[in-house]
C-alpha cells in the first residue's frame, strides 16, 4: 500500500532531483523509495564489513567546533553544477 510522505528539501536539490530521476526515466517518488529500501537493507546487512583500512580511519577526523556540514556540502554541490 502506498502511502504519501511530505519532505522538506531545498528547491535546487529538489530541481537536480527531478532531471535526474527524468534522465533515468524513473519518477523521483521511484528513486527515493529505492534509496531507502537500499539503507535500511544495508544497514540490517551483517555481510557489509568495514575493510582493515577503512576501520582504522574511524573516528580519525574530528571536525572543528561550529562546523556547519550541511553548508559546505551545498556550497560544494553548487559549485560542481556550476
Not at 41 to 60: D, H, I, N, W, Y
Amino acid at each position: 500500500m502506498d502511502t504519501k510522505l511530505t519532505l522538506t528539501i531545498e528547491k535546487d536539490v529538489i530541481s537536480e532531483a527531478k532531471q535526474y530521476a527524468k534522465e533515468k526515466g524513473s519518477s523521483l517518488s521511484e528513486i527515493v523509495e529505492n534509496y531507502f529500501i537500499f539503507l535500511t537493507k544495508s544497514m540490517r546487512s551483517e555481510q557489509f564489513e568495514l575493510s582493515p583500512t577503512v576501520k582504522s580511519l574511524k573516528g580519525s577526523f574530528k571536525a572543528p567546533k561550529g562546523f556547519d556540514y550541511k553548508a559546505v556540502l551545498k556550497e560544494e554541490i553548487q559549485k560542481k553544477h556550476t
